[in-house]
C-alpha cells in the first residue's frame, strides 16, 4: 500500500467532535492537504476560513485522500460513515481508524477494508481536549511497517508518543481498552477518595495536598480531582465516552472477573443517568453524593 502516496500525504478527517476537531486543526496546520467532513454541519463552521476544506458528503471528503481518518463516537456511527468512504477511498489509501470502539468492531473493520482493498491501521489515541489541541496525543498503534510508514507525518501531527501495540488490528483497541479502564479506575478513586476525606470532616482539597508528588500521584488525579474540586465539569472527554468504553472492555474480558468494571459501569452509568451524561468524565463525583 502506499505506492501512490509520495512525499506529504493528503488527508480526509471524517468526525469533527472533540476530539476530531482538534486533531484536523493540527493536521492541517502542518501543512497537509486537508477535508474535513461532520455528519451535522454546523461543527465544520469554524473550518469554513481554512486552510482545511470543508466536504458536504463523505464520498466528496474521501476521493483523492492518502489516509482518511475515522474519528467518531462509536462502532456504529464508523459503521455508518465508512459505508459510504470505502467504495469512494482511492485503492492506494490508507484508513487510519481513531475511533474507540473495541476489539470486535475493529477486526470486522479491518476485514471490510481489506476486502475492498484499502490498507488500515488501527489508532486509537490517549489523551483528551487539551492533548489533541496541543498536538500531543499519545498514539496507540497497531499496522504493517510500510503502512505505519506512510501514515508516519500525519500521526507527527497529532501525538508526540507513539506506542506500537502489533503489526495488526486489533491490537492498539484492545491496548486501548486497558487504558481506558485505568482512566475510568483513577478518576472514580480520586472522585471516592475526596468524598471520603469531606464526610469525615475534612477539607477534601487535604487529599490532592497530601497526593502531591507522592508516589501514588499522577498528573491526571490532580487534573480531575481539582476539576472536581471547582466542579469544572465542561467536557473534555464526556461521560458517555468513557461508559462506552468501561462497557467495551467488558465485553472484550467475559472471562475475566469483573467487580471493578461492573463497580465503573455503575458510577459512571449513574453520573449519565443523574443528568451529567455529556459533561467531562470529572462528573463521575457526582455519582458518590447523596
Ligand atoms: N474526548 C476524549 O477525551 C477522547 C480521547 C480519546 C479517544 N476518544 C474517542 O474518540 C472518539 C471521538 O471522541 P470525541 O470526544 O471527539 O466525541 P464527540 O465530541 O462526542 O464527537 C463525536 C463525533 O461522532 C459523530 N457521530 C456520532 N454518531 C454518528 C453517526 N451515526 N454518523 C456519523 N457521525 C456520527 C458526531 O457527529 P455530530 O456532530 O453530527 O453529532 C461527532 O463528529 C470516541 O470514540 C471517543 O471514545 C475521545
Redesign the pocket.
Known sequence: MGEQMSGTPSVAV????????AMARRISGAGLATTVW???A??AGSFAEGPARVAADVAGAVAGADVVIT????A??VE??IAEALPAMARHAIWLQ????GMEATGRFAAAAAAAGIAFVDA??????AP?EAGT?TALLAGSDEDLAAVEPVIAAIATKKVRAGDAAPAASAL?LAM?AWIATITAGIAQSLTIAARLGLEPALVLEALHGAAADSPYAQLKGGAMLQGGFE????V???L??VRLAREATPGMPQHLLAALDELYGAAADGGAA?AD?AAVWQAFQD
Open positions: 471524517l468526525g469533527l467532535g472533540t476530539m476530531g476537531a461532520n455528519r451535522s454546523g461543527r474519528m467518531l463516537f462509536d456504529a456511527a455508518a460513515v481513531c475511533s474507540t470502539v486509537p489515541v490517549l489523551g483528551t481536549k489533541a496525543l486501548k481506558n467536557a473534555q472527554f464526556e458517555v465516552g468513557l462506552k468504553d455529556h468524565i
